[in-house]
Structures are given as C-alpha cells and as structure tokens.
C-alpha cells in the first residue's frame, strides 16, 4: 500500500503551458500537476531526474510525464531526449500527445473502423503531410489498409510516405498529389474510406467530388474550422449518413478524442514502463 498522489509532469515547448492540456489531466484523475513551458530539449535531463530519484522505485508510477505544445516536431524532440536519460528501471511512464495529433489520429481510425473494415481498404488521407496525417496514414497502414497520403505537392507526399513506411517496415502508404480537381479525382478512384486532415479552415474536397467518387464507405474531417475540410460534412457529424457515406466531422469524433485522451492519462499512473505515442494510444483507445 501506498499514499503517494498522482503526480504528472506536464512539459510544453510552448511560451505558456496548455490549460486545455491540464484540464483534461484533473479530469482524468491528476492529482497534483507540474506545469513547465517554454521546455527545450537540453533543460528535459534535470526534469526527469526530479521524477525519477525523489520518491522509491515502487512509488514511480504514481508519477508521469505529459509532453504537450502546440508544436509536434518539438514535442518529439522532447520525448526524444526523455526517453534518452531514462536508464533501466529508472523511468516513469510518458505520453506525447502535442497538439492532440495522437489522439486525434487515435479517434478518427478508431471511428473509421466502426464502419468499414479496414483490412484490405484503400484509404485517402488529404493533408497526409501534417501530423495528424501522418499519424493517420501509420494507424491505418497497420491495420492493414493501402494507404494513399495526399499532400499539394508530389515530393512532399513522396517523403512523408517513405517516412511512414518506414515506421510501418512495409511499404503501406504511397505518396499522391492532390491540389486540383483532376489529380483529387485521380486520387480518389477505389477510395473506401477517406479522411481530411489539412490545415484548419482549409477546404480540401468538394461534395460534388465526395459523392461523385462512388466507391467511398466513410469520410472523417477533422477540420473544425470553417470552412469544412470535406464540403458537405458537418463539423458535428457523427456516424451520419450522407449520400450512403458515414461521415464524422471534428466535433463529432471530438468526443471520442477526449475519452482517449483521458483514458491514457490514467493509465499512466499504472505502471512506471509506459511509452504512449501514437500506436500506444490507438491500443488504448481500441479498449474503450
Ligand atoms: N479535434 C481536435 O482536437 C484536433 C486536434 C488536432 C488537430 N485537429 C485538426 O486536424 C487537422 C490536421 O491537423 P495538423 O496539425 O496535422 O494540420 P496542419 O499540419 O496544420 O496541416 C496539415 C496539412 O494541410 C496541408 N495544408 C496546409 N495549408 C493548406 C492550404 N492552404 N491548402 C491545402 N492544404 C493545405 C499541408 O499539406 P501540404 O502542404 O503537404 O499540402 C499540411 O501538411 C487540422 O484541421 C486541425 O485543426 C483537430
């Protein structure tokens, strides 16, 4: 028996914690919350030191890390150099969720999911490029799906591909360019499950192309922002029907989001060994 209280350690590169970010960490259950900005990778070694040898190696579930920020390139930067200083059993548990990529990415193929297999899918995903994206474009892959990742520009599809599949160790995702009416089309034909992950408020897909492509089971557009990613869709659209599509839109897998955020949070204080990134958090969102 112990009566240490839950302690998480929120790390944000940015100039001023998240309140959202601490918000949901008391509702899942923190106790006590460290909040530290403006956190650059070399500050990260003396942080987890203070995690990791004030209390004893029985207690060291009861503290966690949150790597947050708006900014997902140095948010992995940062769990980068975490991960690094941990030695052997001397860690805590962490969870990198900087702009909720994660558990965005998380909820929307878990959403996808409930509605058309994934095993065997071709799947579009517009603005592939953007982290949450990527993310999408991995889950998806390891599912099983034929992954198309779309960006504006046909070297940057080509890249961010070849970096998903190497994160996958199969060749999943295959890098398109989809800018105009044409080669969207073109990226379209197959598709049965298409997810919208450009910038917010960036129109990406007409209905007309959405119910004209034929083959497309469910469309999700995680674009909260007017304009709607995906023409047509509601931002609160949650397992709608349209023209024989289900579609989600942002508010709608919203919901789904949160509850994984949450999820993953608790179960941080569960051991001292957990890395959730975004596979992690896709298997913990998978059990809700
Ligand atoms: N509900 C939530 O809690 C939640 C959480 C996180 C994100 N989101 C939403 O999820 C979406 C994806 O997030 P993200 O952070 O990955 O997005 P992002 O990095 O801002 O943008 C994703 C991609 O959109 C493309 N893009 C940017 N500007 C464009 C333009 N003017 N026209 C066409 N394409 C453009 C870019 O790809 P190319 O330059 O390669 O074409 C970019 O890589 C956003 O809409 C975001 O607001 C929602």
Redesign the pocket.
């Known amino acids: 028996m112990t009566d240490k209280r839950n302690i998480l350690i929120q790390l944000d590169p940015d100039a001023q914690a998240s309140t959202f970010d601490r918000v949901v960490a008391v509702d899942a259950g923190a106790e006590v919350i460290f909040s530290h900005h403006s956190v650059t990778p070399d500050q990260v070694e003396p942080l987890v030191h203070g995690a990791i040898f004030t209390r004893g190696q029985e207690d060291l579930r009861h503290t966690a890390i949150f790597i947050g920020g708006t900014d ?1 390139t140095q948010g992995e930067a940062l769990l980068r150099r975490l991960l690094a200083t941990f030695f052997g059993p001397m860690r805590v548990s962490v969870m990198l969720d900087a ?3 994660n ?2 990415a998380a909820a929307a193929v878990i959403a996808a999911k409930k509605h058309t297999p994934l095993e065997g899918a071709t799947a579009l995903v517009l ?8 993310r999408v474009a991995m889950l998806l892959g390891k599912e099983g799906a034929t992954v198309r990742l ?4 046909a070297q ?2 080509k890249d ?1 591909a070849a970096q998903v599949n190497q994160t996958l160790g199969h060749p999943r995702v295959t890098g398109v360019e989809a ?1 105009n009416h044409d080669n969207t089309a073109q990226a379209l034909k197959g598709v049965s499950l298409l997810v919208a ?4 408020g ?1 129109k ?1 897909l007409s209905q007309e192309q959405l119910t004209g492509a034929g083959s497309i089971k469910a469309a999700i557009d ?4 007017p304009p709607a ?1 995906i023409e047509g869709i509601d931002v609160m659209d949650k397992a709608k029907e349209r023209h024989g599509i289900v579609c989600y839109g ?2 709608g ?2 919901g789904l ?1 949160m509850k994984i955020h949450k999820a993953a949070i608790r179960s941080l204080f569960e051991s001292n060994d957990k890395t959730l990134d975004a596979e992690a958090i896709y298997a913990i969102g998978q059990t809700l």
């Open positions: 997902v702009n909720g990529a558990t965005t603005g592939g490029t953007g982290p949450v994206g990527q779309a960006s504006r520009s940057r599809a961010t800018y992950a450009g910038a917010a960036v990406l995680l674009n909260a922002v990613g942002a508010i897998v919203g989001k």
